[in-house]
């Protein structure tokens, strides 16, 4: 393993702000894997014998390097696994969706919520900010999002089904800043939606390191084939469900490669995500190209469809983004850093309860399994819990929501005023 300065790291995060820059070049479009901002974990990938002998370099300069990187054009094949520790739908009987159809058709948000469990292999190419595409690979069928200029596609080969949206001009050509945003006319870009490769997962997380934050590079790896350092990244604070972060980044390139969460319990990793190959060399152009096939169906945007973007303001490493806690009426966020627990007021409504005359039985069994009843100076209320995001409703209409744990979520309900 080569020589790495760590000991410096803990007191590098104060400074990481001053190196990073604006975020990746390229986004996948349309937001295709926006489950992993609230949803993303992974067992830390230990250097073993045999990891590249590379140059010492610290934390600081580590981070720099990812953020001076230009790389515009790649293409590879990335895994994803997701396991938040929620229980199957299968259970929940006519409750569950059935059929893979859908009013909304091929439209990204209806394909999404695939990417919050199981194991899934995505085929990603990028030729700077005008082309992007990412495939989920399935069985028998692949689901495709292509951005080419002005138009961003959807298509699902299985039931032979296309969603077509346009980027309008002021979007298309006014220049965008770290957050997708048109900086001449202030909207999102509709392919600047959440993150799913691992260079846009770590962007989410080096933007919010702050003094609650340890980073240090720890050892040297290889991914696809290549050379990597890794940037460990850990909370000081007490209280978060996230025991680390990981990213393998690429000695030559600076692009991250591998994207790991290690959730603060321990055991079975949440997600994994990581290339398999990887190729930085331009890709062809008819890569980008998208006729929908004879016969498929498609659905044009028609403005309504709901976009899959971050806000503003937002948890830790983007986790928990429950809105605008600046703007979003009756919400604030209590606390700061990995343990910041976002408070929403629903004006008196407590727990949730399902409609009985709607398969309501069992999809109360299903809210009902993932809730611990808690009670304190706040009143009664339940806690619902993931492996990352864990959310406290009481039964007099305040949500506690962050990567925090069940005690951390009392606390702040027992101490709010």
């Known amino acids: 393993m080569a020589p790495n300065d760590s000991a410096q790291a803990t007191d590098e995060a104060r400074d990481l702000g001053a190196g990073r820059r604006k975020a990746a070049r390229y986004l996948v479009p349309v937001g295709v894997a926006g489950v992993a901002a609230a949803t993303i974990g992974l067992v830390p990938a230990l250097a073993a014998a045999g990891d590249p002998s590379l140059p010492k370099i610290s934390a600081q300069q580590l981070i720099e390097k990812m953020a001076a990187s230009d790389t515009q054009q790649l293409s590879g094949t990335m895994k994803i696994t997701t396991d938040l520790g929620l229980p199957g739908l299968?259970?929940?009987?006519?409750?569950a969706p059935k059929g893979g159809g859908s009013d909304k058709s091929a439209s990204p948000d209806a394909?999404?919520?695939?990417l919050a469990s199981g194991t899934h292999t995505l085929r990603v190419a990028a030729d700077g900010p005008d082309r992007q595409k990412v495939s989920i690979l399935e069985d028998a069928a692949e689901y495709s999002l292509i951005h080419n200029g002005n138009d961003v596609w959807a298509y699902d080969s299985g039931s032979n089904q296309a969603f077509h949206s346009k980027k309008p001009a002021a979007e298309e050509h006014g220049k965008a800043d770290e957050h997708g945003r048109s900086e001449e006319h202030g909207k999102?870009?509709?392919?600047?939606?959440?993150?799913?490769t691992p260079k846009a997962l770590a962007d989410q997380f080096l933007k919010n390191v702050d003094p609650t934050t340890a980073v240090s590079v720890d050892g040297t790896s290889q991914v696809a084939g290549r050379d990597a350092y890794q940037l460990l990244i850990k909370p000081k604070q007490s209280g978060s469900t996230i025991g680390s972060v990981?990213?393998?980044?690429?000695?030559?390139?600076?692009?991250?490669?591998?994207?790991?969460l290690s959730p603060s319990g321990g055991g079975k990793a949440v997600v994994d995500a990581g290339f398999t190959k990887v190729d930085f060399s331009k890709p062809s152009a008819d890569t980008f190209k998208f006729s929908p096939p004879k016969g498929a169906k498609v659905t044009e945007d028609d403005g309504k469809?709901?976009?899959?973007?971050?806000?503003?303001?937002?948890?830790?490493?983007?986790?928990?983004?429950?809105g605008d806690a600046k703007n979003a009426k009756n919400t604030k966020v209590i606390g700061k850093g990995w343990t910041a627990i976002a408070e929403l007021d629903t004006g008196g409504k407590g727990m949730p309860k399902a409609d009985s005359a709607k398969g309501g039985g069992d999809a109360q069994k299903f809210l009902d399994s993932l809730g611990d009843k808690v009670s304190g100076k706040f009143g009664t209320g339940t806690v619902f819990k993931t492996r990352l995001v864990n959310a406290l409703i009481t039964d007099n209409g305040k949500v506690y929501v962050g990567a925090v744990t069940k005690d951390a979520l009392v606390d702040a309900a027992n101490s709010a005023k």
Do not use: Y
Not at 305 to 322: H, M
């Open 305 to 322: 469809q709901k976009q899959t973007s971050l806000p503003e303001q937002s948890l830790p490493g983007g986790l928990g983004n429950f």
């Open 188 to 196: 999102k870009t509709p392919d600047a939606g959440l993150p799913t």
């Open 111 to 114: 394909k999404l919520t695939e």
């Open 90 to 95: 299968g259970s929940l009987g006519s409750f």
């Open 246 to 260: 990981r990213i393998a980044v690429d000695a030559k390139t600076g692009v991250p490669l591998k994207f790991t």
